[in-house]
C-alpha cells in the first residue's frame, strides 16, 4: 500500500518551459488536491478535485492546470513555467477523515 | 471556510506536556477541527480531529471548548522527534456541502529542547 506518491521528486526547468506533475493514490479517495509551499509559509492550496472528470480551483490557481481523468491519479500542469514558480508542490487526497500526504516535488525554475 | 489563529512559535521540555492553542471562533456547526504536523519539509501528517467532544488517540489529545471557538492539543510526553510545524484547520466533513478542502494556516512551530 503505496498511499500517495508523486512523481517527479525533484526538477528543475528553464523559464517558459512546461513540465506535468503526477500524483497518484492508492486508497480510492474520491477527494486530491494539489499545494505549493514556499520558505517559511505553510500550505496553500493551488487546484483540488472532488472525484474523476471533476476539478476547481484553490486559493492560488494562476498559472496551473490540473486534470482528473482517472480516479486515482491528479496531474499538475504547468504551461509557461515562471522563477516565482519555484516551490515545493504537494499532493494530497482523502475522504471522510484525515487526508494523507505525498512526499513533495521540490521544483526549481530558472 | 473558518479561519484559525495559532501563536507562531512555542518551546517545550522534553517529557513535558506540550499544549498547543488554537482560536477559530468563527467556526460553524458542521466544521472539525483538525491538527496535522509537518517535520522539516516532509507532507504533513494527520494527528486528530474532534467536533466538539475531546478526542485521544496513541499520537495526542484534542481538548475543544464547549463553545467550539477554540481548542487545544496536548502532546502528553513530548520528544525531540516532536519539534514540528503544527497546524490547526477547520474542515467540512464529506457529506455537507462542502468539499472538504484544507486550508493551511501559518502553524506555531514547537521547539522541543532536551
Known amino acids: 500500500n503505496a498511499g500517495v506518491t508523486q512523481t517527479p521528486k525533484f526538477r528543475v526547468l528553464k523559464t517558459g518551459q512546461s513540465m506535468t506533475l503526477l500524483c497518484a493514490q492508492d486508497m480510492n479517495h474520491e477527494y486530491m488536491y494539489w499545494y505549493r509551499q514556499d520558505p517559511g509559509m505553510g500550505l496553500r492550496l493551488i487546484h483540488y478535485?472532488?472525484?474523476?472528470?471533476?476539478?476547481a480551483k484553490g486559493e492560488v490557481p494562476d498559472g496551473y492546470n490540473v486534470s482528473r481523468l482517472k480516479k486515482q491519479n491528479f496531474l499538475l500542469g504547468l504551461e509557461s513555467a515562471a522563477p516565482s514558480q519555484t516551490s515545493v508542490y504537494f499532493c494530497?487526497?482523502?475522504?471522510?477523515?484525515?487526508?494523507?500526504f505525498g512526499q513533495g516535488t521540490r521544483l526549481t525554475v530558472v | 471556510d473558518a479561519k484559525t489563529t495559532q501563536p507562531p512559535s512555542m518551546d517545550c521540555a522534553e517529557g513535558r506536556a506540550a499544549n498547543l492553542p488554537c482560536n477559530h471562533s468563527?467556526?460553524?456547526?458542521?466544521?472539525?477541527v483538525y491538527w496535522y504536523r509537518q517535520i522539516h519539509s516532509q507532507g504533513p501528517q494527520y494527528i486528530i480531529h474532534g467536533l466538539k467532544n475531546n478526542e485521544t488517540n496513541e499520537m495526542a489529545s484534542l481538548i475543544i471548548t464547549e463553545d467550539r471557538k477554540s481548542s487545544t492539543l496536548i502532546l502528553p510526553h513530548a520528544t525531540l522527534r516532536d519539534t514540528a510545524v503544527y497546524y490547526c484547520i477547520v474542515r467540512v466533513v464529506h457529506g455537507s456541502s462542502n468539499t472538504g478542502k484544507l486550508i493551511f494556516g501559518q502553524g506555531t512551530t514547537l521547539q522541543v529542547k532536551p
Open positions: 478535485s472532488v472525484g474523476e472528470g471533476t476539478t
Open positions: 494530497a487526497s482523502s475522504w471522510n477523515t484525515e487526508a494523507f
Open positions: 468563527t467556526i460553524s456547526g458542521n466544521e472539525y
